[in-house]
């Protein structure tokens, strides 16, 4: 069993910035590959960064490329999402998941409660 709390999320203005975290318990942390995801209203979830367990290999959305980057601290048992240059169409809840690997949501099995952003423009 893991348990995931995502924390960060906010009202920003366009062009602002803002960091998630991602708290997780329950599991060996440092073994886990980790994504992050979003969801719109009215649209599907999908992937935005994911990291390995080492820190290694990130695949990326092609949205949030040169944006948004992801990172992880073992000891800490939290991996982050930092966004910069945010526009209003990044507008979302933001979800942590692992275990997994890809961009495809059911290869994840256990979810955070998400974390709402709210670009402004």
């Known amino acids: 069993q893991v348990q995931l709390v995502e924390s960060g999320g906010g009202l920003v203005q366009a062009g602002g910035s803002l960091r998630l975290s991602c708290a997780a318990s329950?599991?060996?942390?440092?073994?886990?590959?980790m994504g992050w995801f979003r969801q719109a209203p009215g649209k599907e979830r999908e992937f935005v960064l994911g990291?390995?367990?080492?820190?290694?290999?990130?695949p990326y959305a092609d949205s949030v490329k040169g944006r948004f980057t992801i990172s992880r601290d073992n000891p800490k048992n939290t991996v982050y999402l930092q966004m910069n240059s945010l526009k209003p169409e990044d507008t979302a809840v933001y979800y942590c998941?692992?275990?997994?690997?890809?961009?495809?949501?059911?290869?994840?099995?256990?979810w955070g409660q998400g974390t709402q952003v709210t670009v402004s423009s």
């Open positions: 990291i390995n367990w080492n820190g290694g290999s990130t």
């Open positions: 998941a692992a275990p997994g690997r890809g961009t495809n949501p059911d290869d994840y099995g256990y």
């Open positions: 329950g599991r060996t942390f440092s073994t886990m590959n």
